[in-house]
C-alpha cells in the first residue's frame, strides 16, 4: 500500500509537472493477480484496483492501517469495469458485471475478489473510507444506481451521473460514490466547476481510447493547474481544488468523496471569471 500525505495549497502552487503528478495522480492501478492500494491522508480514503486472472485475491489489511483485517474499522465501495467477476464476503457470493457495484459494511473479515473468465478479468475499482458504524452489504446494478441527466450539446457536456453509493440509493458512514458517463462528441465535465469545503474527490477516469487523453484541471480557482490522464488512471483532489476534466473525446469517470457529510449538492460553485 503506497502512502500519500496531505498538501497545502500554498505549497502545491509551487510544484512543476513531476511533483504535481507525483502526489496527486495515481498509475497502473490494475496490477494482473494483486491488489493495488494508495492510502492518501487527506480524509484517509484508500483508492485501489483489483485484476484477478489466473488466482482469487483476498484483500488484505497492512500494516499502513494497523488493523487485523481491511474493514475493522472502514467501510467500502467497489465497481467492476472489467468482465464478469464475483466478491465473496463472509462467506456470501455477490456477481458483478461491468459497470456494477458493491457497498461493503464495517466490520466484513474476508473479502476474496475473482473472474468468472481469466480470458476477459474483472477490473474491481474501490475506494475505501474510515467508518464508525455498520452498514449492510449491497450490490448495485447501474440500473439500480439514481441517474441525473447534466449538461448540454451546446456546451459539449452532456452526461449522465449515476449515484451508487449516494443517501438516495443506501446508507453509508460518509463514502459517497458514482460513475458519470459522457455522451458522444461531449468532453467536458464539471465545468462551470466547482470545490467541497466539506469533502475530498478522487476522479478514475477511464473509457478512454488509445491516443486520447483528459486534461484534469485542479488547484485553486485562481492558481489552476492541469495533469494531463490516460486511460484507468485517477487524481486525487483536495477540498480547496476544483475537479474538472476536458477530453479529447468522449470518456467515463467514477467519482468518490470522503468527508465532513454526504449532501451531494454541497459544493462552492466557482464563477467563470474567477478561474485563472
Known amino acids: 500500500m503506497e502512502i500519500r500525505n496531505g498538501v497545502h495549497p500554498v505549497d502545491a502552487k509551487r510544484f512543476d509537472t513531476a511533483r504535481m503528478r507525483k502526489e496527486f495522480l495515481i498509475q497502473n492501478l490494475f496490477k494482473q493477480d494483486q491488489q493495488n492500494l494508495v492510502y492518501s491522508h487527506i480524509d484517509r480514503i484508500i483508492v485501489g484496483g483489483i485484476k484477478p486472472v489466473n488466482q482469487d485475491i483476498k484483500l488484505e489489511a497492512g500494516q499502513e492501517i494497523g488493523a487485523e483485517y481491511f474493514l475493522a474499522r472502514r467501510e467500502m465501495g467497489v465497481i467492476n469495469i472489467g468482465g464478469k467477476g464475483k466478491i465473496i464476503v463472509d462467506g456470501e457470493e455477490y456477481i458483478l458485471n461491468s459497470r456494477d457495484g458493491i457497498y461493503i459494511g464495517k466490520g466484513k473479515q474476508e473479502i476474496i475478489f475473482s473472474s468468472i473468465d481469466k480470458n476477459k478479468p474483472a477490473k474491481f475499482y474501490l475506494n475505501s473510507a474510515p467508518a464508525h458504524k455498520s452498514y449492510p452489504n449491497k450490490k448495485i446494478n447501474i440500473k439500480d444506481a439514481k441517474p441525473e441527466a447534466a449538461g448540454s450539446l451546446e456546451n459539449s457536456n ?108 454541497d459544493m462552492d460553485h466557482v464563477r467563470m471569471e474567477t478561474l485563472k
Open 158 to 265: 452532456k452526461r449522465t451521473i449515476y449515484k451508487y453509493l449516494h443517501p438516495d440509493v443506501l446508507d453509508t458512514c460518509q463514502l459517497l460514490m458514482g460513475m458519470t458517463i459522457l455522451e458522444p462528441r461531449n468532453v467536458w465535465n464539471t465545468m462551470p466547476c466547482h470545490t467541497h469545503e466539506r469533502r475530498m474527490e478522487v476522479y478514475f477516469y477511464f473509457d478512454i481510447e488509445s491516443d486520447n487523453i483528459v486534461w484534469h484541471l485542479m488547484g485553486e480557482p485562481a492558481e489552476s493547474r492541469h495533469l494531463v490522464v490516460r486511460n484507468e488512471e485517477a487524481v486525487i483532489s483536495p477540498s480547496y481544488s476544483i475537479h474538472s476534466g476536458v477530453g479529447t473525446a468522449n470518456y467515463t469517470f467514477i467519482w468518490g468523496m470522503v468527508g465532513e457529510n454526504q449532501t451531494f449538492t
